[in-house]
């Protein structure tokens, strides 16, 4: 069965990122847009980090799919959660979560844990999925969910 530590990821710099490294504690991904009504949930997604420390971690990926609200480049991007929301953790390279050309991860995201009605897609930014520390999809949260909320699933799986 395939593990979300089956994948590698590209960081905003170009680089390879194996999942695999992540091994042994729980991640939460999500997709990030610096222009949407739900970015100030990289504060909250921040707080969760620096909460949590090395026990979770938490991977950003910007996607431009929705209303075009991710238009910047890596470097461009990165700035903004540096200088705007003081981000710490991992914002990869910017990918599309839907459609022929969306990321193998994301495809596996969205096979383990449709949306609604079955539905293997993102409906908008800020979506965000919960992995255990073997790999495996355990939660699928809406966008319209603060990350603060998912402290208690969080939890369960330290």
Known sequence: MT????????????????????AGKPMLIVNTASKCGFTPQYEGLEALHREYGDKVEIIAFPCNQFGAQEPGNAEEIANFCSLTYDVTFPVMAKVEVNGANADPLYKHLKKEKPGLMGLQSIKWNFTKFLVDKNGKVVSRHAPTEKPESLKGDIAKLL
Not at 3 to 22: I, M, P, R, W, Y
Request: aromatic content about 10%; glycine content about 4%.
């Open 3 to 22: 593990s979300v530590h089956d994948f590698t990821v590209k960081k905003a710099d170009g680089t390879e990122q194996k999942l695999s490294d992540f």
